[in-house]
């Protein structure tokens, strides 16, 4: 039986597990990934927070928290810092290993990579390098691991980018998805915007994704979009946008005002530093260089289901009736 290593299913993970899984198993690591997020495992986690720690993170303790319960003593946990050149991560992205140490102490062993694309190539292939060969194997070994790893990425980014979910990519080969679209076609398409760890977590958006598409719209997001298109839109901006996911929402909004759209919805945590500016340039935009009605939802551990509900229901009522003008 080969190491076990938790994976928490919150933040990077649902841009990056794909990765992160061909990995470690081909290096012969036993994973263990938590469930998908609860009002329990929400709770764990605004316990363990400090003051002031956006939602996403305090579901990231949360999830921590269980895979320690569960008897997970090795937990993978990447420092990133910058997956681009010359763009870099949140802060709080940057500093969660510390955190997350601070937090758990000695209860668990935390695997912590460093990613820094800004700096040399060379640093992330030492890093995994290390990971490898603390799993005892040799770098050959780690380098096709990491060859494999690599191929997966690109093959779930690919598959994301040919209007599918996440949960239909996890779910290839079984009988049923997560994410279900009613009979019929839609009538309506809306531009969906904010962090996937917030987007494609059903608990953290109050399964905005399947509401929208029950109601019998088809929802677009930021990784169904031409990753070149992206760039060119974001290239736009008089400076350069230095946050990664800041910069693909911003150009994402601006894609989706030369879309046929009916409306966005920009779904962002209460306390996400980055989305107080972010969130404020996409307003502007969208109103400026299109007529596109736009929601944006404000979300924290407080917040209630059936208010998200009422707004998403006005939302979409409104923008059909709309059409009818």
């Known amino acids: 039986m080969g190491t076990i290593v938790g994976i928490p299913r919150a933040l990077a993970y649902h841009d990056y597990f794909p990765l992160w899984k061909v990995f470690l198993s081909s290096l012969g690591a036993e994973l263990a990934v938590s469930p998908p997020t609860s009002r329990a495992i929400v709770n764990e986690g605004v316990r363990l927070a400090v003051d002031g720690t956006c939602l996403p993170v305090k579901i990231f303790y949360g999830h921590v928290s269980w895979l320690i319960q569960a008897g997970v003593d090795s937990i993978f946990l990447p420092r990133l810092i910058s997956v681009a050149p010359k763009e870099y991560i949140c802060p709080k992205f940057m500093g969660l290993p510390d955190m997350t140490a601070a937090a758990f102490g000695s209860q668990a062993r935390f695997i912590s990579p460093v990613v820094n694309l800004t700096r040399s190539p060379g640093l992330l292939h030492r890093e995994m390098e290390g990971v490898g060969k603390g799993l005892g194997y040799s770098a050959r070994e780690i380098r096709k691991a990491w060859d494999q790893a690599a191929a997966a990425q690109r093959d779930y980014e690919s598959f994301l980018q040919q209007g599918n979910w996440p949960a239909e990519y996890h779910c290839r080969g079984a ?11 839609p009538d309506l398409r809306i531009g969906l915007l904010g962090h996937n760890y917030v987007v494609y977590d059903s608990f953290a958006s109050m399964d905005a994704v399947s509401r929208l598409r029950a109601m019998g719209a088809q929802v677009l997001t930021v990784d169904m979009l031409s990753p070149v298109k992206i760039e060119a839109q974001a290239a736009r901006w008089p400076k350069r946008m230095f946050w990664t996911s800041g910069r693909r929402i911003l150009g994402a909004a601006w894609e989706y005002t030369e879309m046929p759209v009916d409306g966005i919805i ?13 969130a404020e340039l996409v307003e502007r935009t969208v109103r400026r260089q299109s007529r596109i009605p736009q929601l944006i939802l404000n979300i924290d551990e407080h917040t209630g ?21």
Not at 175 to 185: F, K, L, Y
Not at 266 to 273: E, H, L, V
Not at 309 to 325: G, I, N, P, S
């Open 175 to 185: 009988t049923e998805v997560a994410v279900d679209q009613p009979p019929g076609a």
């Open 266 to 278: 920009y779904i962002t945590a209460f306390g996400c530093g980055t989305d107080s500016l972010t």
């Open 305 to 325: 289901e059936a208010g998200v509900v009422t707004r998403l229901e006005a939302f979409v009522d409104m923008l059909r009736w709309r059409r009818t003008r």
